[in-house]
């Protein structure tokens, strides 16, 4: 990875340098001085992980944070670089400090850093994992939506992605989702990701494909059950949505937020007007 | 200061009820979003939730003493998960802000002491 670039730090300003660096490998072009106003505390004289986080969603990028093991890095690190929190002081008296690992050589167990002032720092392994343990193993990655970890980690990256969302909307989120469920078919939360940007986006139909999904395979899911009666109801399916929230509401008894999203669906379809041939054959053909 | 709590109770109390209020006036939108599915497998950001709003604004406040412009101040707030609010608040002064710049209060220490031994005013014994 000798093509990512270096930005040097100035003063205090590692938080900065390390994102911009990692920003613009992921296309991004922005210079470290514009992510000061985002992520430098003048009062702290130093940058946050959270902040980092953010500012990365800020840019359109969605902000992963790598499983706590080096093997997970290393994994990483065959596609692309990735921010790490190191302390190069003691445990008592921590001097904390942003870098980007660009990569590992397997060959001389050297990590190879961009840190500092420093275009191509490379450390033992060994000593890279004490500053890097010191830190609690922290690294993050920028991603274009759609891209991947290398990780098998569908519950943190499908988090990061529905805080990427929560920023950016819906319509920028669906590639990411789409390619978290391509990867892991099998996860509930990726498709119900997809499946709820889908429906935000006012897609509904590919939305209401994806909700069906998940209420065939877990017909205990009420929370895709419940989607899946409102997004019937919004394509005119009303008899369907009817019969669909019954099944919601036999799956989940218990009171509490999920009830009271049911029992408001229920009301919505109980008061649409009942028209002729409200059953669609949606539900017929699950994909 | 002594009223802080009660405002952070009666805060709590004011969210709680809008939140219920909203609960019967969204007759508009009945689905359940994904940050709402996945607050429900984490259980604990559930519990979590209700200081969020309030938590938001100890932020914004602790940012701009640290010299954070206002207006940037609020716009990295919302930025802010609900999640990474909560890890924030009231830690500002102690969490790990990585600058590089720890050594040089080292120095400093260090450097008193030299002086202190070398001038005589502090000795071993």
């Known amino acids: ?287 | 200061m002594s009223l802080r709590p009660f405002l952070r109770t009666l805060s709590a109390v004011l969210i709680v009820s809008l939140l219920n209020l909203g609960m019967l006036q969204t007759a508009g939108a009945a689905a359940i979003d994904t940050q709402a599915a996945i607050a429900l497998e984490d259980r604990a950001a559930v519990t979590a939730r209700i200081d969020e709003r309030l938590a938001r604004e100890d932020v914004r406040q602790a940012m701009q003493s640290l010299g954070v412009d206002p207006e940037q101040a609020r716009e990295r707030v919302a930025a802010l998960t609900d999640a990474e609010v909560l890890q924030l608040d009231g830690k500002l002064a102690q969490l790990p802000a990585a600058g590089d710049g720890g050594w040089i209060l080292l120095v400093i220490v260090l450097g008193v002491l030299i002086y202190l031994f070398a001038s005589g005013k502090l000795s071993y014994r």
Request: glycine fraction near 6%.
């Open chain 1, 1 to 287: 990875m000798t093509d990512v670039p270096f930005f040097p730090q100035r003063d205090f300003q590692c938080g900065p340098a390390a994102l911009a660096t990692v920003l613009v490998q992921s296309g991004v072009e922005i210079a470290p001085a514009a992510l000061e106003p985002q992520v430098y505390l003048p009062g702290r004289q130093g940058s946050f992980q959270v902040e980092l986080l953010a500012a990365t969603r800020r840019q359109g990028r969605i902000a992963y944070v790598v499983k706590p093991e080096l093997r997970a890095l290393i994994a990483e690190l065959t596609q692309r670089p990735a921010v790490v929190l190191q302390n190069l002081g003691l445990e008592a008296l921590p001097r904390w400090h942003f870098a980007v690992v660009i990569g590992y050589d397997a060959a001389t167990d050297e990590v190879i850093l961009r840190s500092g002032t420093e275009r191509r720092q490379v450390m033992g392994a060994h000593e890279f994992l004490r500053t890097w343990a010191l830190g609690r193993q922290w690294a993050m990655l920028t991603l274009v939506p759609g891209e991947l970890p290398a990780t098998d980690d569908p519950d943190g990256y499908v988090r990061a992605v529905a805080d990427f969302e929560t920023l950016q909307g819906p319509a920028a989120a669906i590639p990411a989702y789409a390619a978290a469920v391509q990867r892991w078919p099998d996860h509930r939360l990726a498709r119900l990701g997809l499946a709820n940007a889908l429906r935000t986006d006012g897609r509904i139909a590919a939305a209401v494909a994806q909700f069906d999904v998940l209420a065939a395979r877990d017909p205990h899911d009420a929370v895709a059950l419940n989607n899946l009666a409102d997004g019937l109801l919004q394509l005119g399916c009303r008899d369907d949505a009817l019969e669909t929230i019954e099944r919601a509401s036999r799956a989940h008894p218990e009171p509490g937020r999920i009830r009271a999203a049911i029992e408001a669906t229920r009301q919505e379809i109980e008061a649409s007007p009942a028209q002729g041939g409200a059953t669609c054959a949606l539900t017929e053909e699950r994909p």
